[in-house]
């Protein structure tokens, strides 16, 4: 803490601030003859007392118009995860239960009390009119019904009479029923329908959707039922319950394998959902919950952070780092999650923006080479966007991560990217492309002893590699068990002291 | 008390909406925390900002602000305002992360370069060097002092309401706002010179 305060011009001056800027100066104050009249007159005489009120009062402005203030777009999201956090991390209800007796006054009891009575009150009255009503208009029904009856006892067919056959209808079952229990008959399907007139209009259940997803995620089925199941389904026009919800989720999230029709039928799925804004949404919330949630996750949250992954949208992707920031044990998730290959863009970007996030935050250290682990068997495509990142990128650590992650590449243009970068890089960047080449397949490797020449990150690149080439360098080297470990084992903080050792022996080796 | 010069006037009694949603949060009701945070969410985030140069770490800051409200809320007995009760447990969270934090994070390494920034009009440059002077200013503060003038002159909260956030005297807190805006214009005096 600084304890040297800068003297102001004039010793008044807090006095003047205190009074005519934040209008606070009380008997109390601790400040030498303030009254109001003699600060009023000394204002007047003093410039310095003047200037700085007036500095005071724009540095007070400034303030108030430039600090951290949120606009309304910023903090309507923050505010619905702020809530959610609140909802998760809080029992479902606070519950009068725990209101402390003193806090409950009478106002609360009538608010805790009546209102619940009176609601219930209300519901009574209305289901008791409801089937009054119901009861009257079923007697009216039934005594249509019977108005309409021929004198056959039997229903009317509704034909128009023209049509009717005067040749009298073989007997069937229906007219050997009595006359008093088809009456009865007829009264009853009168009633059921004006029972499903009487229901309130909501979207009818669609259980052919929860069965179409059920056979879409139904592996033994043939793919083209699968495929045909799929067309039949339609984005929702309103949110989909939860149960329907999570049936969608976990067989998206169950979908996934390269083979070419799981494939083409996971790629159809996901550009389904793509489209359908309300399933996202809700796919938001179940990642916030997950996000909340403190201790193991539920398998709920790892389906939604599955999919969310798979899909490629911006949101959920913002959503995902965010969740990698409260579980910082999880991107191996979501690194498996992509290894599936059905997301053609933005899988890179994604695993990078977690590992920087991880990063800026402590989580993981700079150096750490641990997220490698994240890019293993990845598709060839998310090493093109690496690539691409790598050459775009301004920030010496974020290419530093790149050349990492390229080490679980294969390919030619990929290897040369990295030998590239072991002359053109800084001091970490040519480090981490030695590193990374130390890890890509070794058939990859096995001619590059001979182009070693006096690069002796490459020498310990392929040493760390394990190469049989290098055999007779380390040799000569003399290191040690606890030495050979190091190299084969060390974590990339280490490296540099590794490489070291080949600095500057590289031409004695060759001698 | 004199009266008030050149300050704003600030609702320092709760409206009739507000004693509305507390009544029914007390009472169990969940549902009304929402509407009844919803005015402070600004504020707390500002002054979380403040306290934190990472701007998700103020995020974080201000969610388990709520979530520490929320439990508490059952016993606030009003003897102060809800902003301010709300600020003082925001004020005192930041002054211990480790109460809250997983774990406490090392200082970012990582150092952005941008490829390409334009020319900025003169006048944008100097707003971004008044603040960036403000905010290296304000940075060197005390947790204490920057929090006392935070709420003064964005909050526009008068002593005895910075006083009841930060757990202290009113004249204490005077001091402490006094103190503040002497250094930080100490170093942006020529920025602000009529």
């Not at chain 1, 409801?130 to 007697?139: K, Q, Y």
């Not at chain 1, 695993?351 to 490698?372: F, K, N, Y």
């Not at chain 2, 006094?178 to 100490?186: E, G, I, P, T």
Request: with cysteine; aromatic share 4%; hydrophobic share 45%.
């Amino acid at each position: 803490m600084n304890r040297t305060t800068p003297s102001p011009d004039c010793p008044r001056s807090d006095a003047v601030l205190a009074r005519f800027l934040d209008g606070d100066v009380d008997d109390g104050s601790g400040f030498a003859l303030v009254d109001d009249a003699t600060l009023r007159a000394h204002l007047q005489d003093c410039a310095a007392c003047r200037r700085q009120l007036q500095r005071a009062r724009r540095l007070d402005a400034v303030l108030a118009a430039r600090v951290g203030t949120a606009g309304r777009g910023e903090l309507d999201p923050l505010a619905q995860r702020w809530f959610a956090a609140v909802t998760a991390a809080t029992p479902a209800t606070v519950a009068a239960a725990t209101v402390a007796p003193a806090t409950v006054t009478p106002a609360n009891v009538a608010r805790v009390a009546v209102w619940p009575a009176a609601a219930l009150l209300v519901l009574a009255v209305l289901a008791a009119w409801s089937t009054w009503a119901f009861a009257a208009a079923e007697r009216r029904a039934a005594a249509e019904v019977c108005a309409s009856l021929p004198a056959t006892g039997l229903p009317d067919t509704g034909l128009p009479a023209g049509c009717r056959s005067d040749v009298p209808a073989a007997p069937t079952a229906a007219a050997a029923v009595p006359l008093r229990q088809a009456s009865v008959t007829d009264i009853e399907v009168a009633g059921g329908t004006l029972r499903r007139r009487s229901r309130p209009p909501v979207e009818a259940p669609a259980p052919d959707r929860r069965l179409a997803w059920r056979t879409i995620g139904d592996r033994s089925a043939p793919t083209e039922q699968r495929l045909a199941a799929l067309a039949q389904v339609t984005p929702p026009r309103a949110p989909l319950p939860t149960h329907a919800f999570l049936d969608q989720l976990a067989v998206l999230a169950g979908l996934g394998d390269r083979g070419g029709g799981e494939r083409e039928l996971h790629g159809r799925c996901l550009a389904l959902v793509r489209g359908d804004a309300l399933f996202q949404q809700q796919l938001r919330s179940a990642l916030q919950l997950a996000e909340t949630r403190r201790g193991a996750p539920t398998d709920t949250d790892l389906a939604a952070l599955t999919v969310a992954a798979r899909l490629g949208v911006p949101t959920l992707d913002a959503a995902l780092v965010r969740l990698m920031r409260r579980h910082p044990e999880r991107p191996p998730v979501l690194a498996a999650a992509l290894r599936c290959g059905a997301r053609a863009v933005g899988a890179a970007d994604l695993l990078l923006d977690v590992w920087h996030d991880l990063v800026a935050r402590g989580e993981i250290a700079d150096t750490d080479a641990a997220p490698m682990a994240w890019f293993r068997h990845q598709p060839d495509h998310v090493f093109d966007e690496v690539a691409a990142a790598l050459a775009q990128t301004g920030s010496s650590p974020q290419r530093v991560r790149c050349l990492l992650a390229l080490g679980e590449a294969s390919g030619a243009p990929t290897l040369q990217l990295l030998l590239d970068w072991l002359q053109r890089g800084s001091f970490l960047e040519s480090h981490a492309a030695a590193f990374a080449l130390a890890h890509r397949p070794r058939h990859e490797l096995a001619d590059l002893a001979a182009q070693c020449q006096d690069d002796h990150l490459l020498r310990a690149a392929l040493a760390r590699a394990g190469l049989p080439a290098t055999v007779d360098w380390l040799a000569a080297l003399g290191l040690d068990a606890e030495a050979r470990a190091l190299l084969r084992h060390g974590s990339f903080a280490e490296f540099p002291r590794v490489a070291g050792w080949f600095r500057g022996t590289v031409a004695a080796l060759d001698d | 008390m004199h009266p008030r010069v050149g300050s704003r006037p600030q609702p320092s009694e709760p409206t009739e909406h507000e004693r509305l949603w507390l009544g029914r949060c007390q009472a169990g009701d969940g549902a009304a925390f929402q509407p009844l945070m919803r005015p402070y969410l600004a504020g707390l985030l500002a002054l979380a900002r403040r306290h934190c140069r990472d701007p998700h770490w103020a995020e974080d800051l201000v969610q388990e602000t709520l979530v520490r409200a929320f439990r508490g809320l059952p016993a606030f007995r009003g003897d102060a305002a809800l902003r301010t009760w709300l600020y003082r447990i925001l004020v005192r969270l930041a002054s211990e992360p480790q109460r809250w934090q997983r774990s406490f994070r090392a200082e970012p390494l990582d150092v952005d370069v941008p490829d390409g920034l334009g020319t900025p009009a003169a006048d944008a440059a100097m707003a971004r060097e008044l603040q960036d002077r403000l905010d290296e200013a304000m940075e060197r503060l005390t947790p204490r002092q920057r929090t006392a003038l935070h709420l003064r002159a964005v909050e526009g909260m008068d002593y005895a309401a910075i006083a009841a956030v930060l757990a202290c005297t009113p004249v204490a807190a005077r001091m402490h706002v006094l103190a503040a805006r002497r250094k930080v214009l100490d170093r942006v005096r020529e920025h602000l010179e009529p």
